[in-house]
């Protein structure tokens, strides 16, 4: 499997303007969250929290610009889906906005999450069309 870690780090430092000093929140399976935690960590962020399910969101969400969500691919272990609702319950009073990525092969974050003021989401289809789109790039 293509390994697009590396690629995600960097829209996310585009879409923030870079990751030094800021947080992030990693949700899914240790054996997902390990090569960003890794990458984040290198970026100089200021916090890198790690969970397996989105349970404690609603307390972590203020601290963190970034959430990435990284279900397991093939249904072992616990699937979840982040609603818009707890989303807007996590950034009630918001300042700074929050980029989420969903990198399951199904949403793992409900899509009207996205219509939120504070949130930025991109999708598992947006995330194909802009990698997509870059390996093109890349190609010619």
Known sequence: MYDIAPEVVTIAEACLGGLRGRSA????????RGPYAYLLRNAQMRQVY???TPLHIVSL???VELLISLPSPDGSGSRFQ???????TACDGRRNPLVIFDLSP??????????????CL?????????????????AS
């Open 50 to 52: 790690q969970e397996d």
């Open 25 to 32: 929140l990693l949700i899914g399976p240790d054996e997902r």
């Open 82 to 88: 982040l609603s818009a609702a707890a989303l807007a």
């Open 61 to 63: 969400l203020p601290t």
């Open 106 to 119: 199904t949403a793992s974050v409900e899509e009207l999450a996205g219509l939120l003021p504070a949130v």
């Open 122 to 138: 991109y999708t598992p289809d947006d995330l194909r069309r802009i990698l997509i789109r870059n390996r093109e790039m890349k």
